[in-house]
């Protein structure tokens, strides 16, 4: 190791950021994490810096740079932004005998800044020394899914408990608390948002000195988004590596499965269209019975979980049953799509309002509600209507406003299979053939506002 990780001690200390520029501002941003006095050497402040510096929150002195700013500072911060001043500024700092960082100069650096994972007073640092930034990043994006938000809370809430457990506790008992705080009930019922249910159990188990309360069983009805793994939520990935058994469906990336612990039990429950592999009451009776045995059950769902998933039918079971339920929400395939063909869902001036139906209903009426909605300014987002293209391209040529309706239509969207391909009303089933687009895809379709919209009428 040519440098050693150690966490400096900041309460009360001062630091020292030189530079009034963009890179200063990240420095002190980073540093206003800490508790630190903060003061800022520079001529001139860029916006950011400037503001923080009239709310107090750093100290700001404009004057000429001598030695004595540098003494009693835990840390120098040089950013400059001309390597001459840098080098002559890091000159001064190190002559007060202080701990140097100059931005972009690791040859003058005695300390570098890690990447870090926030859960304070839980904080990761990750260094390469330099030798692959992008690796940093990665590890640090692992770390951010691994730890919950909550987890520092949850870590303070254990500082305070500390003392107590310390009074009743004998070493090997305390142990044995904290494995269980951080790895069993208390961790998972804190994750989930009930923190005052957490630190009766943790202080329960105090007194008991008995830890084997298990959190009851569970059920998380969770949107694992339109395709692409990092399009998953981090708290679908939190309910993935808590669970013990996850149903998951057809449309879900495997990649997403990778996320889940190594033991947790995959039931696959996919409904190819037309072909009903699990029937949905079978589903339900799963997941109710599963979580009656005490286990943490991932209901995993394509897109969001509350858009066309037949969650209302879980969801009915579950509260009937008593069984706790949560909705993780996540990317529904209409954003995902509009994502893959770069475009944006609604757009001011032109589409004001956004339908999102099924292409295919179960009791077919003439023509669809949806198309009684179409008026100017309508995108409407049609899910599940590949096999129903003919129907709507029929129904669309006939409208009067047929030569003014767009269609775009994006297949297997986030995917490496991403098509996206644009025709008029009539042309829709020939061009689905030709790209032999034959299942899952969002039809956008989408009358504009006319480019002379009437203005609302005074009322008089
Ligand atoms: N809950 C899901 C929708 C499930 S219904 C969501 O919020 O997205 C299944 C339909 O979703 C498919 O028939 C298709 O119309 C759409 N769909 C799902 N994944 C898709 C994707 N990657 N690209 C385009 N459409 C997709």
């Not at 002559?95 to 003058?108: F, M, S």
């Not at 030798?131 to 692992?142: D, H, N, S």
């Not at 009358?447 to 009437?454: H, I, Q, S, Y």
């Amino acid at each position: 190791m040519k440098t050693f990780p150690m966490f400096l001690q900041m309460a009360g200390r001062r630091v020292v950021i030189v530079g009034g520029g963009e890179q200063a501002a990240q420095k002190a941003r980073l540093i206003l994490k800490t508790e630190a006095r903060i003061d800022v050497l520079a001529p001139s402040l860029e916006e950011e810096l400037a503001d923080l510096a009239a709310a107090g929150r750093v100290h700001h002195d404009a004057g000429p740079i001598s030695a004595a700013h540098f003494a009693d500072t835990s840390l120098v911060f040089v950013a400059t932004g001309c390597a001459g001043a840098d080098g002559a500024l890091h000159a001064l700092a190190k002559a007060a005998g202080t701990t140097v960082n100059v931005v972009d100069r690791p040859d003058l650096c005695d300390a570098i800044t890690p990447s870090i994972v926030d859960r304070d007073p839980v904080v990761v640092a990750i260094g390469t020394e330099g030798t692959a930034p992008v690796l940093a990043r990665q590890i640090k994006t692992r770390m951010e899914q691994a730890l919950e938000p909550r987890l520092g809370d949850l870590a303070a809430l254990a500082g305070r408990l500390r003392s107590s457990a310390a009074q009743r506790l004998g070493p090997r008992a305390r142990r044995d608390l904290w494995r269980w705080v951080f790895n069993d009930a208390p961790r998972a019922v804190h994750a989930g948002g009930a923190e005052r249910e957490a630190a009766q159990l943790i202080k329960d188990a105090i007194r008991t000195g008995d830890f084997g309360a298990k959190a009851g069983g569970s059920v998380a009805l969770v949107g694992a988004g339109p395709g692409a793994a990092d399009l998953i939520t981090l708290r679908a990935v939190q309910r993935l590596q808590e669970a013990d058994v996850i149903f998951y469906d057809r449309l879900v990336d495997p990649e997403v499965l990778e996320l889940a612990r190594r033991d947790a039990e995959r039931v696959y429950v996919g409904k190819a269209p037309g072909c009903h592999a699990w029937p949905q009451e079978r589903i339900t009776a799963m997941l109710v019975a599963t979580a009656r045995q005490g286990k943490r059950v991932v209901r995993l769902k394509s897109g969001d979980p509350g858009v066309f998933g037949r969650a209302a039918e879980e969801l009915e079971a579950l509260k009937g049953a008593d069984i706790p339920v949560e909705i993780v929400p996540g990317v529904t395939s209409a954003s995902g799509a509009a994502a893959a063909a770069g475009e944006v869902l609604t757009e001011r001036g032109k589409v004001d309002t956004l339908v999102l139906t099924t292409g295919h209903s179960e009791i077919r009426p003439e023509a669809p509600e949806w198309f009684d909605r179409l008026v100017p300014g309508t995108r409407v987002a049609l899910y599940m209507a590949v096999r129903a293209a003919g129907d709507v391209s029929r129904l669309l040529a006939s409208a009067p406003q047929a030569d003014r309706i767009e269609i775009c239509v994006v297949a297997n969207a986030q995917t490496e299979h991403q098509q996206v391909v644009t025709c008029t009303p009539r042309a829709l089933p020939t061009c689905l053939e030709r790209h032999g687009i034959t299942d899952t895809a969002i039809i956008f379709v989408t009358l504009p506002k006319t480019a002379a919209v009437a203005p609302l009428k005074q009322i008089a």
